[in-house]
Nanobody, 127 residues
Framework: QLQLVESGGGLVQPGGSLRLSCVAS????????IGWFRQAPGKEREGVSC???????NYADSVKGRFPISRDNAKNKVYLQMNSLRPEDTAVYYC?????????????????????WGQGTQVTVSS
């Protein structure tokens, strides 16, 4: 059974940092592009960032320069390092897998590309 599990969410003050992890079971992440998405209360889910098989990345303007994405294929994990957090970053964060994909294929932040989704982890930014 293919599964993705997110962890690392929590409550943090504005300006603080969190690192989200996404671990796969039942398949090898290294054949997939991975995306991070978020859904704030009352809003639609949006693409935050993605990383391709080859390590190429793509970011939403709202997080560019603050939320670097990375992957560790040996550990079957993808990370989202969240820095300089703002109250408007409060949301449930999801990781998702798109693929299998060719190594040279670019990733994208459109939700319809992604076939496998985790259950989400809550991030709350508040003083």
């Amino acid at each position: 059974q293919l599964q993705l599990v997110e962890s690392g969410g929590g409550l943090v003050q504005p300006g603080g940092s969190l690192r989200l992890s996404c671990v796969a079971s039942g398949f090898n992440l290294d054949s997939y592009a991975i995306g991070w998405f978020r859904q704030a209360p009352g809003k639609e889910r949006e693409g935050v960032s993605c990383i391709s098989r080859g390590g190429g990345t793509n970011y939403a303007d709202s997080v560019k320069g603050r939320f670097p994405i990375s992957r560790d294929n040996a550990k079957n994990k993808v990370y989202l390092q969240m820095n300089s957090l703002r109250p408007e970053d409060t949301a449930v964060y999801y990781c998702a897998a798109d693929g299998p994909r060719a190594v040279q294929a670019k990733c994208g932040r459109g939700q319809t590309r992604y076939d496998y989704w985790g259950q989400g982890t809550q991030v709350t930014v508040s003083s």
